[in-house]
Every structure is written in C-alpha cells, then in structure tokens.
C-alpha cells in the first residue's frame, strides 16, 4: 500500500512533468525559400498563437479567427455573426469611441480587414511596428471587452443591409445563394447569411440586440480561436505580446456540435437548374456533393483529378470542346468543406451562343471524360509530374504579403496541424490510386447539380433577398445516358505530358546592381535588371511589340480588341502548360501587341519561341470569329451591369483617353469585321512595331541578347505610340452623367494637375490622413454609403486626386453635399493638427514606401512606372519617399484649398430607384454623356 505521503510526492512529480515536460511545439514544415521564423505558442487559456518573425517586415500584423459563423447563428437572425463581425469594430471598454480605431489604423498607416464565412469570423489588422503594441491593444479587447453599444446596433445593421444592397445583383453573389437554396433545407447552408434589415431586427422571442450579445458570449471564447502575430520581432518578444494581450479573453466549456444534416436529400440531388443572368453571361456549372475529404490533403485526390480536368492540352476535354466552337473554357475547382460536413466539385464551362443551344452535350462530353480518367488516367505518371510542379513551386514560394498571410493562417489553423500549415497545398505525399476512385465513385448524377446559366433560359421561380429568377426539376438515369451519347462523337484523350518543367534552378550571377540599358534608341530600349536579392530562379520578361495601328479608328479598336480574344484561344494549351510547369504566359493588345512572361526563368526563352511560333501561324476561323464577337458585345453590356463603384474609374479612364471611342461607334464597327481584318493586323503588329523589352530577375545577359535578337525586325523605325490624354484649361469642369442599370447612386470627383513628385507626396499624406476620418463620420456615423474615400494616382503626366462614394439609400446631391460639408469641417481638423501627428503619419507613409519588396513580382511593380514612362534612371520612388520626408502641414493644406484652380472631372451614376432624383449640378460645369462631346 502506498503511503499518503508518497502518493502526494507522485502526484505533485506528475503534475511538474506535466507542467515542464510538455511535448514542444511542432517545428513548422516551411519552404526553404522562406527566411522567416516560426512557433506555435498556446496560452493559458487555451488560445494558439503562431508567431512569425520576419526581420525584414516593416509592418506587424495580427489576425485571429474565431471558430464560429453563419452556421451557428440563430435562425430566427439570418446574418447575425456578419453583424457581429461589424460591431466589433466599434469599440471596446477602453477605446469606447466609434469609428476611432479605422482611423487609428488609417494613420499608422495600416490596414483592416474582416470576413465572415459559413464556420469562421476573420479579422485582421496590420500597421507600423512603431504602432503595433497599441494596435494589438485595440485589437485584443474587441474579443473580451467589446461594448457592443445598443445605439450602433441599429446603424450597423443598416450597414450591413447596404453592403446587401449592393452586391445583391452580382451573378456570382446569385449564384453562390442559389447553389445553397437548393441543397436540403435542414442543412444551415441552405439558410440566408448575408443578413438585411428584414432578417435583422427583432424577433417575437428575443431583440435583435440580446442575441447579438448572446453569440458573442457563446462563441468568441479562446479555446475556440487561432490567431497569428507577423512582425520584425523576434519570436520570443512576440510570445510576451501574445501573453499580455490575449490572455484575458476568457475560455469557453469545450464545445459540443451537433452533426450536421445531409447537404443533398433525395428530393436535391440529380437536380437540372436554369439561372436567368442579371448580367449577360453564359456558363454550363456541373457541381457534385462529396464527403469531406479535407483530411486527405497530404495525397491530393482532389487535386490530381483537377488537375486532369483544367489541361488544355490537345485532345483533352477542354481543348476539344473549345475547338467544336461550344465553350470559351472549362475548368474545375474543389471546395473540400464548403457546407461542413460536404464539399463542393465544380466544373465550369464558359459557353459560347453554340454551346448555350446544346449544354445537354457538354453535359455528356464532361461525364464521358470522368469515366476516361477513371478508366485509363489514374497512373503513376501524372502523379510524378503532378509532385513535380507542386515541389517545385514550394521550393521556391514566393512571400506573400504578411497582413494577407496572416489572415490566411489563421483561418487554416482550424483546418490543418500548425505543422503543415504552410505547406498543405503543396504537399503530396503518395501516390494513392484508391483515394482518386474514391473521389470519382462520388462525381454521380445523384450527387450532382447541373446549372445552366444564360439569359434565355427558362425561369419561373423567384429568389427571396435577390434578383433574378430560376427554375429546377429532376435529371433521370436514361437522359444522362442519352446525352452522353450525344457526345460520343467528340474524341477524348488523356493530357500529354508537361514539356515545360524546369529541370535546373541555375542562378545568374548579377553583373551589375544597376540597370544594364541595352538599346535605348529611337527605334526601341530593351532593359535587363538582374535582382540578386532574391535567392530563387525566377524572372520576369515583358515585351511590348508598340504600334498606334490598334487605336486608329473605331474599326482598328474593335479588331485589336477581337484579336486579343483570338490570341488568347490559340494560346490557351501554352499558357496551361507553363502553369503546370510553374510559369506564366498572357499575350493581350493594347497599344500594340504585349506580351509577358513570369516565373521560373530557365525554360523561358523556349516558351517565347513556341509562342512566337503559334503568332505567326495562327489560323482564323469565321465559326470562332463570331463566337468572339458574341463575347465582346457581352462584355461591353456587362461593364455597365457591374458594381456601380467598380465602374466609376474605368469611366473616368475612358473619358481621359483620347484614343477611346463610344460604345455606339464600336458596336457599328463591330459587323464589318472580317478574319481577314485580323490576319492583316496581326501581320503588322508582327513586322512592324517599336520594341520595348524589360528583363527583371534571374537573367544572364547572353539570354538577354538572345530574347532581343528573337524580337528585332528590319526597318523598325515606329515612333513610340502613347495614348493621348485628354488637355483641359484649369479650372475647367466636365461632368459625366450616366444612368445605370442597378439600385444605388455613385459618383467620383477628381482634380487634376501636373504630374510633380512633391504634390504626389503631399497627396499620399492626406490620403492617410482624411481616410479615417470620412469612414468615421460618413460611413458610421452618417450611414451614407458603404464604400467611400479620398484617392490619388498618378497617370502619365497627370496627378488625379478627390473623393467616391456609393449608396444604397440617398441620392446622388445627398452624398455629394455630404462630402462638401465633410470637406469643410476637415479643413479644421487639418489645421488642428500637431507636429508630432503629422510626423506619426509621415513615418507610417515612409514605411510604406520603405518597405523591402517580399519577392521579384513586387519588386518588379515598383520600377514599372519607371519603365511605362521610359525613366530608365529608375529613382522615380525614391524621389517619392524624399519628398515625402519634406512635406509640411502648409503644403497639404495648399493642396487642400487648390482643388477648386484645378480641371475636375465628376462621373456621376444614377442607379433605378434614383431615376426621379436630380444629377449633381455644378457651376458652369459641362454636362456631358458620350466620349465625343469631351474628345
């Protein structure tokens, strides 16, 4: 028997054991390109943290994601965890005050973010290491001591209501309802989530504002939350941050769900359903219900079996289906655990007129090439070359941005071990032919939806909280089969195998840290920058073969516009290779013919040759010419069904362009053209062009001069063409009044005035300085509109500056009166305000602007400004960030009172329930509402 005396010696052994001999953390499974440190600390209350330190950051960032959505919401509050999200951003016990901390964040020059899906809420913020401590401050609390302020209920409800209102015309917002509406009903995906002031306000059982506050209880609690700390601090600073910061958010009991219902019943699988557009598009979904498999990650069956699906090469489904004239594309994605306890299988395929007159047999094409595959594609070969291009490009993994990568960690803490966190995507640790049956066992006509989506489909029911109409009815065995056969007579192959793939990763020793100019002449400039900052062999080669031919007339547009469709098509197979074998391809027309390549640097030059290749053999047929016209006319209808505040600086593009013409007149232009029109415009874009090269990366200079001596032509004495822009008096005032197809008002007021670096600098400053504010006051306050601001950028040799919004709910003199008021009473602030803020700011803008560039893409987006405008010097930000250093509150508030001496262009969009409300008249403004009465 053992004495009590040690028994109590055991059990205090025990407990120290347990306490000092934990298992250590896992040692986080990351990329040898990443220099970055990691380590998953848990707190005392149950909360894990994963830390990063990246010495180079300039920035910090923290997200956390809380275990909890859509799903767990009560059913009588449809939205209510979207709102929550929304609420927590109006203060906690300590910082009380709305609206305080988007400026808080705005002036450290930071950025916030949040999301809230079917089984998480996401939040993020990201700002100056300076302010970090404070941010993390400000943060924390909203999950332990938020206020939830009884009197912001109603007004964030109206927020949330108006970011319903002004997605809720989007297809892809549609479509995404409609693919829950018709899964079983018991299933919680099934329910409406977004949330509206219908869905949103009290319930004959509880308020609106209880139920807020009792989801928040239940579940934002520690143990049911990830986050994730990215700084410049070590790890073991971080561990003090985490520990001081997010230790007070209590824990919760251990939490108990209940399994979820089916996501398909007898009554929802094997379902035909046809969407009439908002918007005109046309696209075949077939979408198949399978189990859960996210588990799985580590053999890829999801993967491998996309991976079939999305090639291009010949005789392949896609490429077969794009060849007979009846798809634009076709590809496949997987969402393992969309509805919870299911996944989603989607194959997608962008119809053309001829394919949306015969989906039944696309339908039959796509199901005979899933029994090819699993009859004949399952082998050990493409899992090799599958492994291949997924080791490949986690070897050499770009750094992504530290705010983004930290809100996607900590949402995939939930889903993955914090081992494999980083590498899940990439990882494929066997091939395991019986997990790729499985998968392909469940892609049935049971588990199956197929949606027809086209604006002459028949439709006759009606979605509740959305526009547009659908219709449903059941698809038997015997129709299956007999489409099918409808499809017999395509002839499906198995994908080639990848020609592409790097076999080396040689690294080019710099020769220089400078810009090596290797022609710069009046026929052309090529340019080689070797970047030995980066360790990996990657680069980026663009080519602009400049010509005025594609900006002539209406008709020289319209056939460049046609012709870049068609380049596109031919060279689908090429640039899906070069994916697969970690590169990137895109070939487009604007001011001539441009051409970019990106990624691994070693097979380039063979990809530019095929390339060139397939340009100066490419056949036009009438069959597809029509099919790209089709797509065109579609597009053009399309711009004007968008976002309204997506259409704004397209608009304001196209007014300042001169080179741009009306829709009436390309659509005029647009019958006449032939395949012969084409082949002549490409013949000359081909023979007769101003070249312009710029090599960024891991290049030596003997492939340089290669690459330029593939380009250059005889005789090529074209001027560079640049766009004309637009030259108006100062003080001049052309207002752009337009009505348009959906609900809401928005308008965009922009000055603008020569291009100088110091008034770039000043603008920058106030940017930062006035953004917080108006989300302040006319965002949360007011509850004008959901999406507003204050911009500035910079386009050729102008400098536009000025304001946006859009609403749901007031007209367009409302919101702009608003804004003036604003504008006014910001005047005061400004002149309020201190030294030592302004400088807070200045340093936060500087860190920006300071900060190291992650990988060879960013650091490339830094210099193209530089290269756009022939400044072969390449110092154009560094000139930035001095004059930022120079600015002083005078100078911005000059700017500020100058706005009024500048030419202003207002873009102002009338949405339909707007119709009877008047435009915004300014004096001696010129109203106008076609490109030619400003050109």
């Known amino acids: 028997m053992i004495s009590r005396v040690v028994l109590v010696a055991l059990v205090s052994l025990l407990s120290l054991c347990m306490s000092a001999c934990q298992s250590p953390p896992p040692d986080i499974v990351k990329s040898p390109n990443d220099s970055r440190s990691y380590r998953l600390h848990t707190l005392p209350n149950g909360l894990s943290v994963l830390l990063i330190s990246d010495p180079d950051a300039v920035k910090s960032s923290v997200a956390l994601s809380v275990a909890a959505g859509s799903f767990d919401e009560p059913a009588e509050f449809p939205g209510l965890a979207h709102l929550l999200e929304h609420m927590l951003f109006l203060g906690s016990e300590k910082y009380p005050q709305a609206g305080d901390y988007a400026e808080f964040v705005n002036q450290s020059g930071g950025n916030l973010n949040a999301y809230t899906d079917n089984q998480q809420t996401n939040f993020m913020v990201s700002v100056d290491d300076a302010s970090f401590e404070l941010a993390l401050d400000r943060f924390s609390r909203f999950f332990w001591q938020a206020t939830l302020d009884p009197a912001y209920t109603d007004k964030e409800r109206h927020a949330v209501d108006a970011e319903w209102r002004m997605k809720r015309s989007d297809d892809w917002v549609i479509l995404a309802r409609l693919d829950e509406r018709t899964l079983a009903p018991a299933h919680p995906a099934h329910r409406f989530s977004w949330g509206n002031l219908q869905t949103l306000q009290d319930s004959k059982n509880a308020t609106l504002h209880q139920a807020l506050v009792d989801f928040y209880h239940t579940y934002y609690r520690a143990n049911q ?290 810009p090596q100019i290797l022609q710069n002449d009046p026929d052309g400039s090529m340019v080689l920058m070797q970047n ?16 005025d031919i594609t900006k002539q007339s209406p008709t020289s547009y319209v056939v460049a516009s046609l012709l870049s469709r068609a380049l596109g098509r031919q060279t689908t197979d090429l640039y899906d290779e070069a994916i697969a074998a970690g590169m990137s391809l895109s070939v487009g027309i604007n001011n001539g013919l441009n051409i970019e390549l990106a990624g691994f640097s070693e097979r380039q030059p063979e990809l530019l040759d095929r390339l060139l290749t397939r340009l100066h053999s490419m056949r036009f047929e009438p069959a597809h010419l029509a099919n790209h016209k089709a797509a065109l006319l579609e597009e053009w209808q399309n711009e004007d069904k968008a976002m309204l505040i997506d259409q704004l600086m397209p608009t304001l593009s196209r007014l300042i362009s001169r080179d741009e013409f009306d829709r009436d007149a390309l659509r005029e232009a647009l019958d006449g053209v032939s395949v012969d029109d084409l082949r002549r415009q490409l013949t000359e874009l081909l023979s007769n062009y101003h070249l312009r090269v710029l090599m960024f990366g891991n290049y030596s200079l003997d492939i340089a001069n290669s690459i330029h001596t593939r380009l250059s032509v005889a005789n090529a004495d074209k001027p560079r063409y640049i766009s004309p822009m637009l030259s108006l008096p100062p003080g001049t005032t052309l207002s752009w009044q337009q009505d348009a197809e959906l609900n809401d008002t928005a308008w965009l007021d922009a000055y603008t005035q020569p291009y100088s670096v110091e008034q770039d600098a000043t603008s920058r400053l106030l940017s930062q300085l006035i953004n917080g504010a108006m989300f302040r006051v006319l965002r949360t306050e007011q509850q004008l509109g959901y999406s507003l601001g204050y911009f500035t950028l910079p386009i050729q040799q102008q400098l536009f500056s000025g304001f946006y919004l859009q609403s749901a709910n007031s007209d367009l003199t409302t919101t702009f009166a608003a804004v003036e008021r604003f504008k006014e009473d910001f005047r005061a602030q400004l002149q309020a305000l201190s030294s030592d803020e302004l400088n807070t700011t200045r340093a936060s803008l500087l860190a920006n602007l300071q900060m190291p560039p992650t990988s060879t893409t960013v650091a490339l987006s830094r210099v193209l400004r530089d ?69």
């Open 225 to 514: 939350m990830q986050a994730v700390l990215i700084s410049p601090r070590s790890l073991d600073q971080q561990i003090v941050l985490a520990e001081r910061f997010f230790t007070p958010i209590p824990s919760g009991r251990e939490r108990h769900s209940t399994p979820l219902p089916p996501a398909l019943d007898t009554n929802t699988g094997a379902k035909w359903l046809t969407y009439q557009p908002q918007a005109d598009m046309r696209q075949l979904r077939i979408s198949f219900v399978i189990n859960n498999n996210q588990a799985e990650y580590r053999y890829k069956p999801n993967h491998y079996i996309t991976y079939l699906l999305n090639s291009e090469m010949p005789g392949t489904l896609a490429a077969t289906l794009r060849e007979q004239g009846l798809v634009e594309a076709l590809y496949a994605d997987v969402e393992p655990a969309q509805y919870g306890n299911a996944g989603n299988f989607s194959i997608f395929a962008d119809l053309t007129l001829a394919g949306a007159q015969q989906p039944e047999r696309i339908v039959g094409a796509v199901f005979n090439y899933l029994q090819l595959i699993s009859q004949q594609g399952i082998q050990q070969a493409y899992a090799d070359e599958l492994r291949q291009s997924l080791q490949n490009n986690f070897r050499f993994l770009t750094e992504s941005d530290n705010a983004q990568l930290a809100m996607h960690l900590a949402a995939q803490l939930h889903n993955y071990p914090a081992r494999d966190v980083l590498v899940s995507p990439y990882q494929f640790a066997q091939f395991e032919p019986q997990r790729i049956r499985a998968v392909l066992a469940q892609m049935t006509l049971d588990n199956a939806r197929i949606t027809l989506i086209s604006p002459q489909a028949q439709a006759n029911q009606h979605f509740e909280h959305f526009p547009g109409q659908y219709s449903q009815h059941k698809i038997t065995p015997s129709q299956l089969q007999s489409w099918q056969q409808q499809a017999r007579s395509l002839t499906l192959s198995l994908p080639a195998f990848n020609t592409l793939m790097p076999g080396e990763f040689t690294l080019h020793q710099p020769l220089s840290d400078t």
């Open 867 to 935: 290269w756009q405008q022939d400044h072969l010097q390449f110092d154009q930000r560094q000139r930035l960030i001095n004059a930022v250093q120079s600015v002083t509150l005078q100078d911005i508030l000059a700017l500020y009172d100058s706005y009024a001496g500048h030419t202003r262009y207002l873009i102002q969009l009338r949405g339909a329930n707007f119709q009877q409300t008047p435009f915004i008249q300014l004096t001696d403004a010129k109203q106008i509402t076609s490109l030619n009465e400003a050109h």
């Open 532 to 547: 030995g900052t980066f360790k990996e062999p990657k680069g980026h080669i663009l080519i602009e073969l400049n010509s």
